[in-house]
Antibody
Framework: QLQLQESGPGLVKPSETLSLTCTVS??????????WGWIRQPPGKGLEWLGS???????YYNPSLNGRLTVSVDRSKNQFSLKLASVTAADTAIYYC???????????????WGQGIQVIVSS | DIQMTQSPSSLSASVGDGVTITCRAS??????LNWYQQKPGKAPKFLIS???SLQTGVPSRFSGTGAGTDFTLTISNLQPDDYGIYYCQQSSTFPLTFGGGTQVEI
C-alpha cells in the first residue's frame, strides 16, 4: 500500500524559502504514479492545490503562487519536493503531499495523501 | 479559476438519516468532480471520482450524482463514523480547485 510522508522544518522566517520533502514507500515510485503533487490547508480553512509534477518533469503550478513554487522529483530517493520562495504569514498552513490519479492533467484526483506537516511562517 | 461552492456549510443529522451535500461549479465541468472526507486532525480521504465512481472500500451508502455545474453527495443511513468535513474538487480545468467544505455533525 502506497504511503507518503512529508518532512521539513515546521517554522520558516518571512522572506525565506520553504523546503519540504515527500518520501514515498510501499510501492514502486516509478510504477505507482505518473504524477506527484502538493496541497495545503491554512488554519481553519479549506484546501488549495499548489502544484503537480509529471514523470517527464513537466510541472503545473497554481498561478495564485505567482511563480514562487518549484516541485521536483528525485527518483533515486523515492522522493519529491516542494520549494516555496519568499514566504509570508499567508503561507502558514498544513502542507500535504499527494499522489494524483486519473488521466492526463488536469483530469486528476488525489489518493493517497500524506499525513500533512504544519508549517508556520514567523520571525 | 473555476469557483466551487458547497452548501450547506454545515449540517447536523442523526444516525440512520440521509443527508445531501451540494457542490456547484461556476462553469460547466462535465463530470470532472471528486469528493473527499476529512476528519479532525487528519488528511482528507478520497471518496468519489468522476461525479459518481466510488473508490474501492468506500461504503455503498455514499453516492454521488450530477453533471455540468450541479453535483450532490448523498450519504444514506448515516453512521457515527461519517462525521467530518466533505470537500468537492473539480478536475476539469487548470488550476484544480476545491469547494469550501461542508461540515457533517452526527
Amino acid at each position: 500500500q502506497l504511503q507518503l510522508q512529508e518532512s521539513g522544518p515546521g517554522l520558516v522566517k518571512p522572506s525565506e524559502t520553504l523546503s519540504l520533502t515527500c518520501t514515498v514507500s510501499g510501492d514502486s515510485f516509478t510504477r505507482s504514479s505518473y504524477y506527484w503533487g502538493w496541497i495545503r490547508q491554512p488554519p481553519g480553512k479549506g484546501l488549495e492545490w499548489l502544484g503537480s509534477v509529471y514523470y517527464t518533469g513537466t510541472t503545473y503550478y497554481n498561478p495564485s503562487l505567482n511563480g514562487r513554487l518549484t516541485v521536483s522529483v528525485d527518483r533515486s530517493k523515492n522522493q519529491f519536493s516542494l520549494k516555496l520562495a519568499s514566504v509570508t504569514a499567508a503561507d502558514t498552513a498544513i502542507y500535504y503531499c499527494v499522489r494524483p490519479l486519473g488521466g492526463l492533467f488536469p483530469k486528476l484526483w488525489f489518493d493517497p495523501w500524506g499525513q500533512g506537516i504544519q508549517v508556520i511562517v514567523s520571525s | 479559476d473555476i469557483q466551487m461552492t458547497q452548501s450547506p456549510s454545515s449540517l447536523s443529522a442523526s444516525v440512520g438519516d440521509g443527508v445531501t451535500i451540494t457542490c456547484r461549479a461556476s462553469q460547466n465541468i462535465n463530470r470532472d468532480l471528486n469528493w473527499y472526507q476529512q476528519k479532525p486532525g487528519k488528511a482528507p480521504k478520497f471518496l468519489i471520482s468522476g461525479a459518481s465512481s466510488l473508490q474501492t472500500g468506500v461504503p455503498s451508502r455514499f453516492s454521488g450524482t450530477g453533471a455540468g455545474t450541479d453535483f450532490t453527495l448523498t450519504i444514506s443511513n448515516l453512521q457515527p463514523d461519517d462525521y467530518g468535513i466533505y470537500y468537492c474538487q473539480q478536475s476539469s480545468t487548470f488550476p484544480l480547485t476545491f469547494g469550501g467544505g461542508t461540515q457533517v455533525e452526527i
